[in-house]
């Protein structure tokens, strides 16, 4: 034991001590180490903290738009028709988000989308870092998916139009695409106005994409301007209403009502059928998008007979007294026959009007001028825009007095030979209503009076009206009375116009005419389009439906059945703006 005990202590007196300059070699390896990591900590604390804070921040903060707020359009009333309301989009990072993952599944249900589908286009997208999943989708929704907190998988806040009245008002305010920006109407043809300007602003996100940091807007959304239409909204369901129920009950293709305030031209309600939703984009195809009341065309037949008996009297040649000879009840010019319904006889001038008789009307047309009767027709606005300013407007067809043959000039006279649309029609029975101003329509409220131009003489379009009111109380416009105001207006019936000309057992059945009688407010102008029962003349299904619009809608504005002033009081100006 003592000799093992004498060979350790041997062996552990035998190790060679360190030599002194390994000692200072590894004092120069540790103070070299730390003065390196000293160094790289002021490099990238003080030299390169600029340069580092700017990576980061790249990686890190994002650039955020942030949408405008499209503007309200209201009704006269101040009733909203168009509102914007904030909803959320779902958007994915196709960089961060691996098309084989398995949270895509779940994305895929909770977000209600085709889990293959969604797949596929993430692949195909790889090189993008931008990808719709969800547009515009309720906010509950985007929370839902935001919650399972998938890498890559974004929401962001956008503006969905909505219209609250649906398709009543669908044809006048149009719609808008899903980027907000107008497509057809007022949407469209106010869209500068309407979409004020988008803005943008800097955030911070975490690495699972989550806005973790508001770092302010870069620029301020600038919001829509607010629109105010003439539209009342009240008189815009009544129409809507009456017309709807009555295409359906003649089984018609479709129908139009316009309504104007007789001393503005604002347009109080433009109705059409069929309708479409403008809140289903799956509704929005071509036969229900057009607004007819503006873009349809069509011969107006015997509505336009008052104005022709205007054109007679401003002539000087006729009163409403004078006598015309209808006999035998058709008129033969050339190779063209001119029928009545029956041999009236001799009838006077405002008896032309009550029974619609195209040979009485065609022989006071053969009395005066082509160029008299275009010049009257062209006065009170056929043949020219009506100013309303409304996408897609049809200006129709006035021909040219200087190539018009007597029997073109005839024809002309009972409302064949030219085109109109409805709102035309309305502008025209205007200024028989209002004492022979004619004013530009507008589907705008009007701040200030408008600025009209008379087109015929206050005692004219007194005469004229006095015949309009006989034609309901005694001659083809009888429906058209509703028993509380005393009305006016003129029938018509047309053959439609198909591809090949004329539609032998297709008609249009017209009605125009104003209320009250003593005191005009409101111009109506109904049409329907190819009833298929058994009744389809102006009288029998457009004038009805003129009777029961134009008598609630008196009642909603509250005017007295008594009337107001005379028509003898018409407090008319000499057409540069006020009350006509």
Do not use: C
């Amino acid at each position: 034991m003592a000799g093992q005990k004498h060979q350790q202590t041997a062996r552990n007196d035998n190790r060679v001590p360190m030599a002194p300059w390994r000692h200072l070699l590894v004092l120069i390896a540790v103070i070299g180490t730390s003065g390196a990591v000293a160094g790289r900590l002021v490099q990238l604390q003080v030299l390169d903290h600029e340069f580092l804070s700017e990576q980061g921040e790249a990686r890190t903060a994002r650039i955020e738009p942030i949408d405008a707020n499209r503007g309200v359009i209201r009704d006269r009333n101040d009733e909203p028709l168009a509102v914007s309301t904030p909803v959320k989009t779902l958007w994915a990072n196709p960089g961060e988000l691996e098309p084989g993952a398995p949270a895509i599944g779940q994305l895929a249900e909770v977000a209600d989308l085709d889990e293959t589908r969604l797949r596929e286009r993430l692949a195909q997208n790889s090189e993008r870092e931008f990808l719709y999943l969800r547009r515009k989708v309720q906010p509950s929704l985007a929370r839902e998916v935001m919650d399972l907190g998938i890498a890559g998988v974004y929401s962001r806040r956008e503006y969905r139009r909505y219209y609250p009245a649906g398709e009543v008002t669908s044809h006048v305010l149009g719609f808008t695409n899903i980027d907000e920006q107008g497509q057809e109407g007022l949407e469209l043809s106010y869209n500068h106005w309407l979409a004020g300007e988008k803005g943008s602003k800097r955030v911070l996100r975490d690495n699972r994409g989550r806005t973790i940091r508001d770092l302010g807007p870069i620029r301020e959304a600038r919001p829509g301007n607010d629109l105010t239409l003439s539209l009342d909204l009240r008189l815009q369901y009544l129409a809507y209403r009456e017309l709807k129920a009555a295409v359906e009950a003649h089984e018609a293709r479709g129908g139009t009502v316009v309504m104007l305030d007789v001393d503005s031209g604002e347009v109080l309600a433009m109705a059409n059928q069929p309708a479409l939703n403008p809140n289903d984009r799956d509704q929005r195809d071509p036969a229900r998008v057009r607004n007819r009341a503006i873009t349809d065309l069509y011969e107006p037949g015997s509505t336009v007979k008052p104005f022709t008996a205007a054109a007679a009297l401003e002539s000087g040649k006729f009163t409403p007294e004078t006598m015309v000879n209808t006999s035998p009840g058709y008129r033969q010019m050339g190779a063209y026959t001119i029928r009545d319904h029956r041999d009236y006889g001799r009838l006077s001038l405002t008896d032309i009007v009550v029974h619609s008789s195209n040979v009485g009307i065609s022989r006071v047309a053969s009395d005066l001028s082509g160029e008299q009767l275009q010049s009257l027709f062209y006065s009170v606005g056929f043949g020219q825009s009506t100013g309303i300013g409304f996408p897609g407007e049809s200006v129709g067809i006035l021909p040219a007095s200087v190539n018009l043959r007597p029997v073109e000039v005839a024809a002309l006279s009972y409302g064949y030979g030219l085109s109109v649309n409805a709102l035309q029609m309305a502008q025209a029975y205007m200024t028989l209503a209002n004492g022979g101003i004619r004013y530009p329509v507008s589907l705008l409220k009007n701040d200030e009076p408008p600025k009209g131009q008379r087109v015929m003489a206050k005692e004219t379009a007194r005469q004229v009206r006095a015949m309009l009111a006989d034609v309901v109380e005694d001659g083809t416009g009888a429906r058209a009375d509703q028993g509380i105001y005393r009305l006016a207006g003129k029938t018509g019936t047309v053959h439609l116009v198909g591809a090949s000309g004329y539609e032998a057992d297709q008609y249009k059945a017209l009605f125009a005419g104003m209320g009250p009688v003593d005191d005009p407010q409101v111009v109506t102008v109904v049409t329907v389009d190819a009833p298929s029962r058994t009744e389809y003349y102006g009288g029998e299904v457009a004038a009805p439906i003129f009777g029961r619009i134009m008598g609630d809608a008196l009642r909603l504005l509250n005017v007295s059945p008594a009337g107001g002033a005379s028509m003898a009081d018409d407090d008319a100006t000499d057409g540069t703006g006020g009350q006509g």
